[in-house]
């Protein structure tokens, strides 16, 4: 999940353009992007986009919220083979998702999937839901990824934003360690200058310093760069590689920290490594 893509499900144009992009996943919109008049039409689109694209892209809809009365028909329609699972958008609680959850289960039961089939990624868009950030990341087992929405974040506070980013740089902190400390996947918010990609480059160095693993992106223009950055880096792997071996070398002469070749050597620079090896792998696999 180094790339989460935007597609309004309603402008057919957008949709065919993004089998052409190399976004990880593709989050087809039902909600913000879409009038009220086209909802199902989006619906349509995403029952045909699935039933077509659905082996070889991972889709999740951003379905609407349990307040906006197009909640059942999202989720009612679009649990289908070819959608991994949703986007709830304005989560505030895990009161929110846990009920989601239950809606899902209950589907899942009626139409004959296994329970658990469809996942969740919340969307961290407002005050509260960020002082209940693991509230929501422990609301429900489906949930395996967590994104920050910095617009509907703002305008909830109150707050202005700002040239360097300040007014969400709390939120984005407590959003990585809240999911990080859970075990689920936090994802970085959109970058709202989707023509700077000078600006992008610098908000994807302090998203990979502040512990995401991936970005929602609005623009197609922006994926290079953020497929790049969330990707382990040519340095990266040779050092991971070389730190699991020399960490192999120091636990075969019976040390569980040492110094070797003017390096520390120890378990959280060899878990570390684990993770980087195990990402590109990832990333290999998925090129293939």
């Known amino acids: ?37 086209d909802k199902q039409f989006a619906r349509e689109n995403i029952k045909l986009f699935a039933k077509e694209f659905g082996d070889s892209r991972i889709i999740f809809p951003r379905v609407n919220d349990r307040e906006s009365g197009e909640l059942l028909k999202d989720a009612y329609q679009l649990t289908i083979t070819g959608v991994e699972g949703f986007v709830y958008p304005k989560a505030t609680k895990g009161e929110d998702i846990y009920f989601f959850g239950k809606l899902l289960e209950t589907i899942e039961y009626e139409k004959g999937f296994p329970i658990g089939t469809f996942k969740i990624i919340p969307l961290i868009e407002t005050a509260g839901a960020v002082v209940n950030i693991q509230d929501i990341c422990n609301a429900c087992s489906r949930v395996i990824a967590v994104a920050f ?65 991936g970005m929602l992106v609005l623009n197609p223009k922006e994926l290079p760069l953020v497929n790049r950055y969330y990707s382990p880096s040519a340095d990266e792997i040779c050092w991971a590689e070389e730190m699991f071996a020399l960490f192999e070398e120091a636990r075969q002469e019976g040390k569980g920290v040492a110094v070797k070749d003017g390096k520390f050597i120890g378990p959280p620079m060899r878990k570390m490594a684990e993770k980087i090896l195990r990402k590109r792998d990832i990333i290999l696999n998925r090129m293939k």
């Not at 089998?19 to 996943?25: E, F, I, S, T």
């Not at 509907?152 to 709390?170: A, E, M, P, R």
């Not at 908000?203 to 310093?209: A, D, E, P, S």
Request: aromatic share 4%.
């Open 1 to 37: 999940m180094r790339s989460l893509m935007f597609v309004p499900a309603h402008n057919n144009r957008l949709l065919e353009s993004s089998l052409k992009r190399d976004a990880d996943v593709l989050l087809l919109d039902i909600e913000d992007s879409v009038p009220e008049v």
């Open 149 to 213: 929405g910095c617009e509907d974040y703002v305008t909830d506070l109150q707050g202005k934003h700002d040239v360097d980013g300040n007014s969400i740089f709390i939120a984005r902190s407590l959003i990585a360690m809240g999911a990080r400390a859970n075990g689920v996947i936090p994802i970085d918010t959109v970058h709202i200058k989707v023509h700077d990609l000078v600006d992008l480059e610098k908000n994807l160095i302090l998203g990979r310093q502040l512990g995401f693993e």
